[in-house]
């Protein structure tokens, strides 16, 4: 069955800290994606990467860098963590194809102090 | 710029009644919708795709309309359960690009009554 595998489920970090959110996908899929989500605002397109190495910039991607060395692997990355970036984060992948549907991992809550 | 609504209070309903959920757009003209079902605590989960040549799409108890002059799409649950209850979110994607990217609504709760 298809997996999309968070890190954590839950993170607790400080104002200015470097924060490392991992993701892993086991389907061979192209697209990797970064979303947070908060309340009454849905969910919001931080990065995203069609190709090992190839990265593009979502709605928000202020304050975020990603990596994505290998193709199952996704990384995004809190430079200077702030606490307006607490929020849950979800990672999906998808197909290359525009019209797959993308498949999520269970998200990682991040509360930065 | 673009926009997506979708009723943002939530839907309460009686086990064995029609789950109806909206959503509409606003300046975008999408090639594809999507719908998918979130729990708390968890991933959303893919539902349903429909095209824009497409007017209604079923899934066993799941129905999905796309009216592309009205900018809306409608999405049924017959017979609903409580088990259908949940946070459902349409999502919009445009067939020029190959990176699959999609563009999110906030999502409606149902909340299904036994």
């Known amino acids: 069955d298809v997996k999309v595998t968070q890190s954590s489920r839950y993170l607790v970090k400080r104002t200015g800290e470097k924060v490392f959110l991992e993701c892993v996908q086991d389907m061979d899929h192209e697209n990797m994606f970064w979303y947070r989500q908060d309340p009454g605002l849905g969910l919001r397109l931080i990065y995203f990467?069609?190709?090992?190495?190839?990265?593009e910039k979502g709605d928000i991607p202020e304050g975020y860098s990603v990596s994505r060395e290998k193709k199952e692997r996704f990384s995004l990355i809190l430079e200077s963590a702030s606490t307006n970036q607490t929020s849950m984060y979800l990672c999906?992948?998808?197909?290359?194809?525009?019209?797959?549907?993308?498949?999520f991992g269970d998200g990682t809550r991040l509360s930065i102090l | 710029s673009q926009k997506i609504e979708q009723n943002s209070e939530a839907l309460n309903i009686q086990e064995g009644k029609t789950a109806t959920l909206t959503c509409n757009y606003t300046n975008y003209s999408p090639a594809y919708l999507q719908w998918y079902r979130q729990d708390p605590g968890r991933g959303p989960v893919f539902l349903l795709l429909?095209?824009?040549?497409?007017k209604e799409k079923r899934k066993e108890r799941l129905k999905v309309t796309f009216d592309t002059t009205l900018k809306q799409s409608l999405f049924h649950i017959t017979a609903s359960q409580p088990a259908d209850s949940a946070t459902y979110l349409c999502?919009?994607?445009?067939?020029?690009?190959?990176?699959?990217?999609?563009?999110f609504g906030q999502g409606t709760t149902l909340q299904v009554k036994p």
């Open positions: 999502a919009l994607g445009a067939e020029t690009s190959n990176t699959g990217k999609l563009i």
């Open positions: 429909i095209r824009e040549n497409e």
């Open positions: 990467s069609y190709d090992v190495k190839m990265k």
């Open positions: 999906a992948s998808s197909l290359t194809r525009g019209d797959q549907p993308q498949h």
